[in-house]
């Protein structure tokens, strides 16, 4: 009841109702009426009528009240119009990108076009020969944030080399010294060939720390395992070296047959006859290796044709002149005492038979006659004799070697250095280029460098050292074994842009009278790439052609000159492309011609994330010796054209800033309106305790090479059109995840799974942009949060209780689940899941809610009447 309606009368219809809209309200209320209101004053005025007072009849089967009531809708339909368009016309209230692109651009502000993307591919070909891969080579890829196939081009010609196409890199080694123990040893396979050795298990060898000194340690070893890695053949040996400490290095010689000196089996007496009368006479088992001969003992096979001759203790077929011989006997100087053991080293220089007698022993034999006697240096001259029975023969098969001890790996000090197994050629062909690793779906990328003094004229293929710059951050040494390596690594990298281009196209006819010409190109949407040097950084792939010259694009026409050869790009708000050429006083006028306006341009944009699973990388073209295409990474940098929401709140600020950096705020619009930027928040900061402007920006396809191409165009501004007076530093922020459990009470009048959607949008969830939910200014929308900002359950509480049919509500479970580039692959606690009043997070991360990590339980809502 009020004053003026007293008791039973009727209120008052307040119609047209008239607009009363305060400041800051997110919608303008514009409309007079609905349909209840049209409908109840037209009736309310029928009534006033004397004469068309009496009919009373208000059904619509009454023509004539159905006529009312169709006007009624009429009105209704009208005013709905009139007030989306009252909203459509400014900024704030605008909701279609349409309308915002309209608007911003009375103020010079043009909306962002779509990025095309960029991706570093693995060229692998084939045969031994490099293959050219030119310039503008199309590969086509399907990525994850595309849905149709996306399309590359080469932006440089560069050589791939079959080598290079896909290899290893081994942690820096060095060769242990020899010492007690050692069971492994290598050496070069191709020194071991020419040696003429070939190497099986069971074979002997002796290893000898000084061939050249008698006296030197050595040990007869079996051999236990070959294996060939890299250019070394590793040998495994039984047991182990025994002899101390060696050295880097120690000869080996493989053994053949081992033989003995005639006799040395001879019993120790023998019967003769004197005088008619048999004696036992003892055997003599000295022999003279050295000196002069004085005289022959009883026995013996005599003459021998001098000290350099040996009898063998059976005939041996298989040994001849040149080959090597290891010789092993005590040598002492009186002919009948024994002492130190020798060794010597000797070549055959002739092979006889004979027969010989050695006490009672008589048989055939091999004497062989070396190439030098069995004597010490002239030091010692008198060590003339020895005791055959201590004489040791042993051929040996090929040339004496050289062996070290397998390498051993080492971890480098900076982190820097790793190992190329290749030859000389290839080698150098990894000079200033850029390698990429690849390890369990991680990719890094950096520059290698060799060293000169590692190439080699021989064109040998082994281990050569590089040097990477930047180090590895994602690999340690530990990655980069000697065997088994774990990460692959490509070199034939072929960077590329998203786009295709399309054929010359005939934009149209110039006509010298028509200032402004305006032409569309005929395929969208239209490839532009950033430019740190360009305002704005979006540069368009196209070339314009006038009359068979090429025309400049220019950002604007504003300040230039009459007889400037430019043209403009603009993108309309359905992101068609326009050209525009000047009007003969800012820019030149198209001259007149049939066709002279043509135009080479490139399309496709948006493609952004890893290779879709199931699928590969083609080629858009033949190439010769073309193995296989690859993207072990990701395409970054792709984009979407500027949402609504994003210029909404990054062109007041840029129209304020008039082009000039000065201001904290003046930074972050302009880092806003960079494509594919979708949150900054600029703040001074002691950086290495010199003051900074750190801008903190959350990107659409957040990456780190998105990141610091933003930062390459924010200093460029900085520098242009900034003071320029200090550094700007660009750091990369990132969603952090919650999780929620929430249980409302469910209003019987409403539909659950509607009442759930609204719940949904009014918290601002993000994951299901497919379903039609996807609302910025929720709860937990982009737009609505700060980095840094926390997130208290009782909002929560609040803004799900607001929900229309939500009666009430009750937060169960709330708490932080990280960071992560893809949210689905994170797990909600296994364990009972933890209620936090608050959730906060640091001022490089934006709280987020993913739609899988929030649970909506439905309560029923009993009614409180008794009856």
């Known amino acids: 009841m ?108 043009h909306l962002s076009p779509g990025l095309g993307g960029k991706a570093t591919f693995t060229i692998e070909v084939k045969g031994d020969k490099p293959v050219i891969i030119p310039k503008g080579f199309p590969i086509k890829a399907q990525v994850e944030g595309l849905e149709q196939q996306a399309e590359f081009e080469i ?82 040996v039984e047991g182990g070296w025994q002899g101390g400490l060696v050295g880097d290095e120690i000869t080996a010689y493989k053994l053949g047959s081992s033989f003995r000196y005639f006799g040395y089996n001879a019993p120790l007496t023998v019967t003769v006859v004197q005088n008619g009368v048999a004696i036992q006479n003892n055997v003599s088992f000295s022999a003279q290796v050295g000196g002069l001969r004085l005289h022959a003992k009883a026995g013996v096979y005599n003459p021998l044709p001098n000290l350099t001759s040996f009898p063998m203790d059976s005939e041996v077929k298989e040994i001849s002149a040149g080959s090597t011989i290891l010789i092993s006997l005590q040598l002492s100087a009186d002919p009948s005492g024994t002492g130190p053991t020798y060794f010597f080293e000797r070549e055959i220089t002739n092979v006889t038979s004979a027969s010989v007698t050695r006490g009672a022993l008589t048989g055939g034999t091999t004497v062989v006659e070396l190439n030098n006697e069995i004597v010490l240096t002239p030091l010692t001259p008198s060590f003339l004799y020895t005791d055959i029975r201590t004489v040791e023969f042993h051929e040996v098969v090929g040339e004496k070697f ?16 790793l190992y190329y197994y290749g030859d000389s050629d290839s080698y150098q062909k990894l000079d200033g280029r850029s390698i990429q690793f690849v390890q369990n779906e991680q990719t890094e990328q950096v520059l290698v460098n060799i060293k000169s003094a590692s190439v080699s004229l021989d064109n040998q293929v082994t281990l050569r050292p590089l040097t990477l710059n930047p180090h590895l951050q994602l690999s340690t040494a530990e990655d980069f074994p000697l065997s088994d390596p774990r990460v692959t690594v490509y070199g034939n990298l072929g960077v590329a842009t ?80 326009w050209v525009q050429f000047g009007d003969g006083n800012t820019g030149m006028r198209l001259p007149s011609g049939i066709n002279n306006v043509k135009a080479v341009y490139r399309t496709g944009t948006g493609a952004y994330g890893a290779l879709k699973e199931e699928t590969t990388v083609q080629a858009g073209d033949k190439l010769n010796r073309l193995d296989k295409i690859q993207l072990p990474g990701v395409v970054s940098g792709g984009s979407r054209p500027e949402t609504g929401d994003n210029a909404r709140e990054a062109a007041p600020g840029k129209v304020q800033s008039l082009g000039r950096l000065v201001s904290l705020r003046d930074f972050e619009s302009e880092t806003l309106a960079i494509s594919g930027v979708s949150k900054v928040s600029a703040a001074w900061q ?72 609204a719940i949904k949008e009014a918290l601002g969830v993000n994951g299901e942009e497919d379903t039609s939910i996807d609302n910025p200014k929720g709860l937990f929308g982009i737009r609505q949060r700060r980095f840094g900002q926390n997130e208290y359950a009782t909002r929560i509480v609040g803004t799900v209780q607001n929900v229309e049919g939500v009666v009430w509500a009750k ?57």
């Open 2 to 109: 009020t004053p003026d309606c007293r008791n039973d009368c009727r209120e008052p219809l307040l119609f047209p109702k008239r607009p009363n809209n305060r400041p800051g309200l997110p919608r303008i209320d514009y409309r007079i009426g609905t349909y209840s209101d049209f409908r109840e004053a037209i009736l309310r005025n029928l009534n006033k009528d004397p004469v068309l007072f009496p009919w009373t009849h208000r059904r619509p089967d009454d023509p004539g009240i159905a006529l009312l009531e169709g006007a009624s809708i009429l009105g209704d339909i009208l005013t709905f119009y009139q007030e989306l368009y009252a909203n459509e016309a400014y900024v704030r209230t605008a909701q279609w990108r349409e309308s915002i692109a309209d608007l911003v651009r009375l103020l010079g502000y």
């Open 155 to 236: 932006i440089k010609e560069f050589t791939a080399v079959p080598a290079l196409s896909k290899f290893y890199l081994y942690r820096p080694f060095y060769y242990p010294d020899i010492t007690t123990g050692t069971t492994k040893f290598s050496i070069e396979t191709s020194v071991l060939s020419k040696a003429g050795v070939k190497l099986n298990k069971k074979d002997r060898l002796m290893l000898v720390v000084s061939p050249m000194n008698p006296q030197t340690a050595r040990q007869t070893v079996v051999v236990g395992d070959i294996q060939e890695r890299f250019e070394r053949t590793e040998i495994t």
């Open 402 to 417: 050289t062996l070290k001890a397998t390498r051993t790996p080492i971890v480098p000090a900076d982190g820097s250095s």
């Open 498 to 577: 998203q786009g295709k281009t399309e054929k010359e196209a005939v934009l149209g006819n110039g006509d010298s009278r028509q200032p402004f010409q305006t032409f569309k190109l005929l395929k969208l949407p239209l490839t532009y790439l950033n430019s740190a040097g360009e305002t704005p950084p979006e540069v368009p792939e196209l070339q314009v052609y006038v009359s068979d010259r090429l025309w400049k694009r220019v950002s604007s026409f504003f300040d230039r000159k009459p007889k400037e050869e430019i043209y403009i790009v603009r993108e309309d708000a359905h992101g068609n492309s």
């Open 686 to 757: 002691l950086v290495d305790n010199i003051p900074t402007v750190v801008l903190t920006v959350l990107m659409e396809t957040g990456r780190d090479k998105e990141k610091d191409e933003v930062e390459r165009i924010v200093n460029n501004y900085n520098t242009c059109r900034g003071p320029q007076r200090f550094p700007v530093k660009v750091d990369h922020g990132k969603l952090h995840y919650v999780y929620v459990d929430v249980v409302f009470g469910l209003h019987p009048a409403f539909r659950e799974e509607l009442v759930k959607k």
């Open 811 to 867: 937060v169960i479970v709330f708490g932080s689940l990280g960071e992560v580039e893809d949210p689905s692959e994170l797990d909600l606690p296994s364990e009972s899941k933890q209620f936090n009043p608050v959730v906060s997070c640091d001022n490089l991360h934006v709280l987020s809610l993913y739609t899988g990590h929030l649970q909506l339980s439905v309560a029923a809502v009993k009614s409180m009447k008794e009856c």
